[in-house]
Structures are given as C-alpha cells and as structure tokens.
C-alpha cells in the first residue's frame, strides 16, 4: 500500500511482520518461539503474546487453518508530533481453530476457533532506530468474512 522507502511504509511493513511472525509462530505450536513470534513487538503487546504462546505450548496445542489468515494495513490514522508513535489501522480475517490432539486415550478436542473478521487498531513506538508494536485494541469483530468489511 505505501513505499517501503517513505515512515509509512517503514510502518507498514512492521505492523504486518508482527502478524506473520505470529502466525509463522502458530504454525509451529506447541514448539513456537515465543521470542521469534514477538521479535516487532514491545512492551504489554509482547509480554501478552508471549504469554498466551508459551501456555499453548505447555498445553501442547496446535493449530489448524491457519492459511485462512489474512491481514491488510488500512491506513496509517495518526503520528504523533515527534513521529516516534504511530496508529495503525488494520483488519484481518482468521478462520483458524486451536485443538488439542488426539492422544491413545482421548479424541482431538478443540479449544477455540475463530471465522471472523476484525477491525483493529495497533500502536507502533520508535525505539531506537526500529519499530515495534507496543498495543492492539480491537475495535470492530464481526461472524465471517462479510464483503467490503476489510478495505
């Protein structure tokens, strides 16, 4: 959407590293990374996410779908004065499901799936002379994958 040479392409391409390194992440539970999968991200954003990646692994949970996901950048909303703090407006659609798998004694039991879609806003701070994703806030979720929700 914007030239990779320009902030806001700098900006984009994080917001969306910072989706696929999860992703990836998921991809390899219950043995993710969980420093991997949050290498663009700092602060809460990161401790939540690892956090809920290192219990997936300790429960031994996989995924399944995953290539349902998909991510758009919609638009940089704001910097701030200094341009070290931007908004990021987003939205994805994941279809996936986490499972925990069959074992000799037990059935595949799934614990969560998705099919939906979510507007989102994320917070991306300069440390340094990178940046990361510091906070998401979801702003709208709907069933599916409705057309024209995600821009």
Do not use: H
């Amino acid at each position: 959407m914007f030239d990779p040479e320009t902030i806001e392409g700098e900006i984009e391409q994080v917001a969306l590293a910072n989706y696929l390194a999860f992703a990836e992440c998921l991809s390899e539970l219950p043995a993710c990374d969980s420093e991997k999968a949050t290498r663009f991200a700092a602060l809460e954003n990161k401790a939540n996410n690892i956090e809920l990646i290192e219990g997936w692994n300790s429960e031994g949970i996989e995924i399944r779908d995953i290539d349902t996901w998909v991510l758009a950048v919609e638009s940089i909303v704001e910097f701030s004065d200094d341009r070290l703090e931007a908004v990021v407006a987003t939205c994805s659609y994941d279809g996936s499901a986490l499972v925990k798998p069959a074992t000799d004694t037990a059935p595949e039991e799934i614990i969560g799936t998705s099919d939906v879609s979510t507007k989102s806003k994320l917070l991306l701070l300069k440390i340094g002379e990178a940046w990361f994703v510091v906070a998401r806030e979801r702003v709208e979720t709907v069933p599916g994958q409705p057309d024209g929700f995600c821009q």
